[in-house]
């Protein structure tokens, strides 16, 4: 979110800090700061605003509160500490809402003879600091609330709306009809299904605007508009993001919406739009709308002085962690150790003890935590008997050339279905290794050539789901790419009865398309281990990692005659050298003398960690190559 200095310090007596300073305030204490810019004789920062604080922090109002707290001051003004006004009711507009679900709140304002025109000097220059357009008075009274309070607010020309018999006019919120079309404030055209919500004309039933994200032409204020009906809502986060993402158009209203306004702001933004526009467009309020009768009350947190301690590796006293809580200026009682927190009704992130602690936490300053190793416990853990097992068989199948691999735990079928699963894909647990172990197969076949391999060769120990519980099974996979498959299960067979036979079972063992899956059940009913863990293996320290490419490679074959006396690697340094960095695995396959010359051949394989290679880069990599040793006395390319 784009933070004008100047902004934040109407909220403030105390002259703020400089705009460097703040930005290492914002780093150290709340948010990462992305940008920092000078925009004529103010400063914008750049705040990364994460979803958890969007309903209190995406305004500068929230940013402010945030500042207060960091700094110790108080806060000039704080509107959401105000009490709201009285509005006299109204019937000259009537509110129907279709599903409070999906709208749990709709104010509706009535002001009548506004004047619109242009902003005064300091609006405009507010808003475009940021980088907002300057429309009218009346439209810029609503995004400067917004960008105040964080509450999307919208105004609609009230002499649009169509009247009953009566001369009542009204606004509906409802779901949008299957391909039922509204065209926007900037004139785009959004065909809707029957999943995307509207507020609508309550007599002609014509679309205004599409509810959270934009208004439509229908009802748009103009410098002929003299009264108008101002819209202030809470919608569902979830509609307002599936529709904002299907139809491609995310707003200001649509980012705050889809992390949920609190149902408690609409009020709030209501009192200030309307004092607003009643000074800069003189306008006059009629009357307020608002079927809200709830009542909504943060739950009090339970938190003791030594959790906060203990999950923060802290000493605080019960002065420190109430002076923090005076700061936030958050409600609380003490009962022993114990603090009883309310968080304000802005706060919707705070929920568990946890997030309290968090938020003492970094108001402490995480850089004052001091950092030491965790302590040793006296008694040593026993050995887990899964663990200990899966060690044994790790051991086994790396001396036997074999490579472990981790398969996914969810899929798209099973015995055991998730109640709220990830992705559609991946709504069951699985019930056997095999289809993981199938697809792993399949995937290191595709890359068999970078490691110069003549067959796959595969295990995994993991844990199955079934309608009887949970089973650790084992999954060996083995796939030929040259030679027989046959004699390679039949070699796996044997290394798997092996490896059985030391932990002294003898189950049965069937392959099936090249993968051989057994339950460890029994192995570990029987399976006797030591009361300490050993050593355990001792790795060669010289090996690194090197990240892999996620490119595709390039396979090349070259074969050359030389004088027998010539060796292979004299041939071979030639062709890495003109081979460049692309040139990353290279295979000799062949070799075989005659009238008293050596032929060498080599599989090489190409790939790039930057891009997709292409034929004509190859080609010309090895006419390179070739011309390079052809230009050798008695040496030629076949």
Known sequence: MLVSRKWLQTYFEKELPKAEELVDLFNGHAFEVEGLEQVADDWVIDVDVLPNRSSDC??????????????GVPMKRDPLRENLPVWDSTDLVQVRIEDEHLCSRYMAGVVRGVEIGASPEWLKTFLETIGQKSINNVVDATNFVMFSLGQPIHAFDMDLLTADADGKKGIAVRLAKDEEEITTLTNDSYVLTEKDQLIVDGVSDIPLALAGIKGGKQAEVTVKTTDIVVEVATFDPVTVRKTSNRIKLHTDASLRYQ?????????????????????????????????????????????????????????????????????????????????????????????TKEAVIEEIGRMYGYANIVSKLPEVPEAKPPVNKNLYLSTLIQQFFAEHGYSEVLTYTMLDRGEVELANPFTSDKSFMRASLRTGMTQALELNTQNAPLLALDAVKLFEVGTVFTSKGEELHLAVGVKALIGKQSKLDTAMQEDVTELMKSLQVQPKLQVEDGVLEISLEGVLSSLEVPELYGVGHQWDTEARFEMWSPYPYVLRDIAVWVPSEVKPEEVLSEVIRKGTGLLVR??????????????????????????TLTDVEIGAIMEDVTNTLNRKKGWEVR
């Open 58 to 71: 995406l305004s500068h109002r929230g940013i402010a509160r945030e500042l207060a707290t960091i700094m």
């Open 586 to 611: 290279y295979d000799q396959f062949d070799e075989y003398e005659k009238d008293g010359k050596v032929s060498y051949a080599w599989h090489l394989v190409f790939q790039s960690k930057e891009k």
């Open 259 to 351: 992390n949920e306004v609190p149902v408690q702001l609409p009020a709030f933004a209501m009192r200030e739009v309307l004092t607003l526009i009643e000074d800069i467009a003189n306008g006059k309020v009629v009357g307020v709308v608002d079927g809200y009768e709830h009542v909504v009350e943060n739950t009090p947190i339970d938190v003791t002085i030594t959790e906060i301690n203990t999950l923060l590796g802290l000493e605080l006293s019960q002065e420190d962690i109430e002076g923090i809580l005076v700061r936030f200026e958050w409600e609380f009682s003490l009962d022993g150790e114990e603090f009883a927190v309310t968080s304000p009704w802005e706060r919707t992130d705070l929920t």
